[in-house]
């Protein structure tokens, strides 16, 4: 158990859905991150939320987005995803300096069909 | 962009043998690494880390050993158990930066 909590561990949408991914850290973490893992690729940097503002948005499409509303929280808002788009979410936090790691919750497998 | 790489994408070893896992990176102004295990189903977990004053740091079994003049990383895992079997990820970041990049990871058996 790491303390970052994603709900829910799987799911299952179609493409015209409109889901979100919740994440929680109750670690004191001031940083928090949205990773895409897909097979056989590097995690890919999503999102990265510092002192609850937006600081990196990595060329991530507008159907993916991302609301912050506190320190200890964070979300990913789906709408009109493609098949594509299935892949294991990852959310991590850490303190906003670098030289920290990174914790991670155990993802939510998304499955778009 | 940022490049973080594996050499083998994939490592088996025998139960007891020493584990050892490369990982090169490209940027210079990298100074803090990380090394995660992730097994199936579960996100990374963090195994040790290092940063660039540093060498060599070594943990419970495990050793990692930093390179800055080829920048190279490695992580050494001593009498591979079973339970080491996992993919294993470096990561970097910059001191000041909130950016971890991985690399594709590599994917350690452990041969009973």
């Known amino acids: 158990e790491t303390g970052v909590t994603q709900t829910p561990r799987h799911l299952v949408m179609g493409m015209t859905n409109k889901k979100s991914l919740k994440c929680e850290q109750h670690l004191g973490h001031n940083a928090m991150y949205w990773y895409k893992q897909s097979a056989k690729k590097p995690l890919e940097l999503m999102f990265v939320y510092s002192l609850e503002e937006r600081v990196e948005n990595n060329s991530v499409p507008s159907r993916f987005s991302p609301e912050c509303p506190n320190s200890s929280h964070l979300f990913l808002h789906l709408h009109t995803l493609q098949p594509e788009d299935s892949a294991l979410y990852l959310c991590a936090s850490s303190h906003v300096q670098g030289d920290t790691e990174a914790f991670f919750g155990q993802g939510t497998r998304l499955t778009v069909v | 962009g940022e490049s973080v790489g594996l050499h083998l994408p994939t490592l088996s070893v025998q139960e007891g043998d020493n584990s050892i896992i490369n990982c090169a990176y490209s940027n210079s102004a990298s100074d803090y690494f990380i090394w995660y295990k992730q097994e199936s189903g579960k996100g990374p977990q963090f195994i040790i880390d290092?940063?660039?004053?540093?060498d060599k740091r070594q943990g419970q079994r495990v050793t990692v050993l930093l390179n800055k003049t080829v920048k190279h990383l490695s992580l050494q895992i001593a009498a591979t158990q079973p339970g080491d079997s996992a993919v294993y990820f470096c990561a970097e970041n910059t001191n000041t930066g909130n950016q971890f990049y991985f690399g594709t990871g590599t994917s350690l058996t452990v041969i009973p």
């Open positions: 290092i940063r660039s004053n540093m």
